[in-house]
């Protein structure tokens, strides 16, 4: 006599053959059609730049101190430090990070690069600007905003629409947020500028606790501000009420600023060599 097992389930060997081709040519359909995207799609022409002797030297350098260890470029690399692709820009000036370079910051050692090095690290990273973008921006808004000003004139179209008022707390907060100048890097309802979270996010530590040390110490490309107990109180007060409000104020953020509708071309395929 068998020992009990499990029961074992059966299917029609035709019809385990056809779950079988459909699943295969679905897997076919999808890798053509991923590559025909990326193909199409794929940054050529002018886009597609031959690097100068001085972004050769910058490149070398790059190469030699296994920069890439720590940065990526179009996401390829180690994310123990920022994607440095679009880093530095023609409209941005060199001096900054020629310091950086020079001097170091947190965990990145002080490269002590002449002039002339300088020049030509600067130069390779201004080059793989100009290849594209490493990242896919949030759709380009048809009416931008100052970014520090942003959530204010969400605040106030809030205010128009509901006929509500800022809690106290809640409007100090925004105070303090505009004073700060936090909107230059944080974006609302989306990733902002060196990675920097939508602090309305569900994930998000909002705590007085939690900020107080954040803005004490400061974290990665964020710098560090003395902010009072009742600063802090007042800011935490004010992302908990956006929070609470998100899928509120993400409606209304999209009327504010008209974003233009979504396109697979503007999602951008790179290609690194």
């Not at 053509?32 to 002018?46: F, I, T």
């Not at 100068?52 to 996401?75: K, T």
């Amino acid at each position: 006599m068998l020992p009990p097992v499990a029961a074992v389930v059966t299917m029609d060997p035709k019809r385990a053959t056809c779950l079988r081709s459909a699943a295969y040519a679905t897997l076919v359909a999808v890798y053509l059609s991923v590559s025909l995207v990326a193909w199409n799609s794929a940054p050529g022409g002018e886009r597609r730049v031959e690097l100068d002797p001085l972004e050769q030297a910058g490149l070398q350098l790059w190469r030699e101190h296994n920069c890439q260890a720590c940065h990526q470029l179009h996401g390829f690399g180690g994310f123990l430090g920022p994607d440095l692709t679009n880093v530095v820009t023609d409209e941005r000036s060199d001096r900054e990070f020629a310091r950086t370079l020079s001097e170091g910051v947190k965990q990145m050692p002080a490269f002590h690069f002449d002039e002339e090095q300088q020049a030509s690290v600067l130069a390779f990273l201004r080059a793989m600007d100009f290849t594209g973008r490493a990242e896919p921006r949030p759709i380009e808004a048809r009416r931008p905003l100052v970014a520090t000003e942003h959530y204010r004139a969400l605040a106030e179209l809030w205010t128009e629409r509901t006929g509500g008022v800022l809690p106290e707390p809640a409007a100090r907060g925004l105070e303090v947020w505009s004073r700060q100048q936090c909107g230059a890097c944080h974006v609302p309802f989306a990733r902002g500028q060196f990675r920097a979270p939508d602090h309305s996010a569900a994930a998000v530590d909002r705590s007085a606790r939690h900020i107080e040390e954040l803005t004490r110490t400061g974290r990665g490309s964020m710098p560090s501000f003395q902010l009072t107990g009742d600063d802090v109180a007042a800011l935490s007060s004010w992302l908990e009420f956006v929070a609470t409000r998100r899928d509120e104020w993400i409606e209304l953020d999209r009327e504010l600023v008209q974003r233009d509708t979504f396109s697979f071309g503007d999602l951008p395929w790179f290609e690194y060599r």
